[in-house]
């Protein structure tokens, strides 16, 4: 979100044709202002109080503060952020802290391999993040003589993946420049603090917000104050439920005003008359039962892209015994870039399951080069995973093999492994469901055909699996959520 936002306001502002002078737009309403220098100061001191008393220790605070040399600092904060996109901070800790003990220098990212950087990143989610890092820090070593830019404005023009909201970050906490910044937390609380109900994610809103964050951000604690505002967000002024009375800006808060407001107290000021390009459109007024939450507001979003996708756990014996599975790379672009998989096959929309099924078949007998039937396949079940913009569904299919298999060497890069291999292999979390999934059914003996399931064989249930997951299956079919 955050580089979207950064996204949408790096391309908004065409240059100026034929020499004529684009006209600046017209200042926001003063309700939606944050103009009086005094009440600045107050929110500013009142904030960075709050932040120094109650902020949460972080690793990346703490090499913030320590580091002394400025490259290694704007590193340690560059890998942080780019992780912190899209992810929570209590999933990001152990990988930042695994990643900056196995890299701990812009120099040393830049000689790993993409292998081992999707081997860390495994787990984490939009698996581009990380690729981008280390094209980036390859970067600053061959072409900026290993010093990363060192400013806002430098950084977002000179980094591969560095955003508005990435290069503000960087520069405000590692080198102290006093420049703002919008994520979402500071999205959420700066609409509550000045009652923006405007769609949140269009560019003129975000405009007015990044206007407003480099009003406020503190001239000598730059890098805090920008922290202390997503803290924040993050802590207190939470979507759902924020803890208004434990907020430290509560008395700058426009929203919580405006809830205190009977209809006999008059607008206070707070309201705009008829046209505001930042309050709540009149399609969608004030809601008294949301209260605060009443603001931000954001476009629908836009529904998912629904994919369906067969994957086949193809399993062998391994020379102890052990069952050994066959995972192929993934092409180096695109979706899940370089990650490693099952083979797969995308399925076109509305097939049925025995064409499916001989789709798969069709697709492993080329790519293994001997004779696969489509009867061998058996069907596990369903794994759906989320991504951000992908509906995403899984059709899990088994095959045991006996003996060994010649891949041609002209197809994808490939590999066998024993379960405790692929967990530590670059495969997505989709994937570690797909295994999970074939654990948690009855296979049928190696070497033999597919058998029906045995009449013990529970036909319906569910339970709920130790990583939170939902499990629910249907006679032969499972899905898992
Ligand atoms: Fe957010 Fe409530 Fe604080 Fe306003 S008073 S900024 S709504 S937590």
Known sequence: LREVIALHVHHRHPPPRHGRRRRAPAPPPAPHLFSDPAEI????????????????????RTLATTELDADRRAYAVWVSEIML????????????????????????????????????WAGLGYYSRGKRLQEAARKVVSELAGQMPRTAEDLQKLLPG????????????????ATGVVDGNVIRVLCRLRCIGADSSSPPVIDRLWDMANTLVDRSRPGDFNQALMELGATVCVPKAPLCGECPVKQHCRARRRVSMTPKSGPEGLLCVGGCPLCPPAT????????????PRKAAKKQPRVVKTATCV????????????????????????????FPSLLLAQGLQEEKQQEALADHLQAWMGWPVAAGDLQLIGEVVHIFSHIHQTYVVYSL?????????????PSRWVTEEEFHASAVSTAMKKVLGDTWAFPSFPLGSSPQPLSPSTPSSGHRLLRDGTFHVWDHRRAVLR
């Open 284 to 295: 969608e007024p004030w809601d008294s039962s949301l209260g605060v939450t009443n603001f």
């Open 400 to 412: 045991p093999l006996d003996g060994d298999v010649t891949l041609d060497p002209a197809s994808s």
């Open 41 to 60: 100061e107050a929110l500013r001191g009142n904030l960075l109080a709050w932040y120094d008393r109650c902020k949460r220790d972080l690793p990346w």
């Open 162 to 177: 560095v955003g508005r909201y990435t290069a503000g970050a960087i520069a405000s906490i590692s080198y102290g420049q």
């Open 85 to 120: 996109q899209q992810t929570q901070v209590a999933t990001v800790i152990d990988y930042y802290n695994r990643w900056m003990q196995k890299w701990p220098t812009l120099q040393a990212l830049a000689q790993a391999s993409l292998e081992e950087v999707n081997e860390l």
């Open 314 to 341: 193809l399993e062998r014996r391994g020379c102890h015994g052990a069952p050994e599975y066959l995972i192929v790379q993934r092409p180096n672009s695109g979706l899940l870039a370089g990650l490693w998989e």
